[in-house]
C-alpha cells in the first residue's frame, strides 16, 4: 500500500521560507510522478508544482502564481519530494497536499487532480502579512 506521508508546514512572516517533504513508501519513489497542490479555505484544491520522469529526463512545472518563489524537487535515496518554498505571501496560506501517480503523465495532465492516485493527508502553511 503506497503512503505520502508530510511535513514542514507551519506559520512564518511575508517574505518567509519553509521546505515541506513527502516521503513515499510502497514502490520506488522514482516510478512516480509527484504533485504539490494546495487548497485555501473556501477555494478548489490547484497545483502548485509537480515533477515527473521520462527515461533519464526528469521535468518540473508551476502554476504561475509560484513561479521563481517555489522549487520541487525529488530526493531519491529518501523517497522525498520536497516543496522549498521562499518570499513567501499571505496568498499562500493554505493546507499543502502530496500526491502521487504511477501513471504516464505529460506536462498538461500533470497538473490534473484526476490524474493523481495517492495523496497525503495535507500540512498547513500560514503566511502571516
Known amino acids: 500500500q503506497v503512503q505520502l506521508v508530510e511535513s514542514g508546514g507551519g506559520q512564518v512572516q511575508a517574505g518567509g521560507s519553509l521546505r515541506l517533504s513527502c516521503t513515499t513508501s510502497?514502490?520506488?519513489?522514482?516510478?512516480?510522478?509527484m504533485g504539490w497542490f494546495r487548497q485555501a479555505p473556501g477555494k478548489e484544491r490547484e497545483i502548485v508544482a509537480a515533477?515527473?520522469?521520462?527515461?533519464?529526463?526528469?521535468?518540473?512545472s508551476y502554476t504561475n502564481s509560484v513561479k521563481d518563489r517555489f522549487t520541487i524537487a525529488g530526493d531519491n535515496a529518501k523517497n522525498t519530494v520536497y516543496l522549498q518554498m521562499n518570499r513567501l505571501k499571505p496568498e499562500d496560506t493554505a493546507v499543502y497536499y502530496c500526491?502521487?501517480?504511477?501513471?504516464?503523465?505529460?506536462?498538461?495532465?500533470?497538473?490534473?487532480?484526476?490524474?493523481?492516485?495517492?495523496w497525503g493527508q495535507g500540512t498547513q502553511v500560514t503566511v502571516s502579512s
Open positions: 510502497g514502490r520506488t519513489f522514482s516510478s512516480y510522478a
Open positions: 500526491a502521487a501517480t504511477l501513471k504516464v503523465t505529460t506536462a498538461q495532465t500533470a497538473s490534473l487532480i484526476s490524474t493523481y492516485d495517492y
Open positions: 515533477i515527473r520522469r521520462s527515461g533519464v529526463i526528469i521535468s518540473t
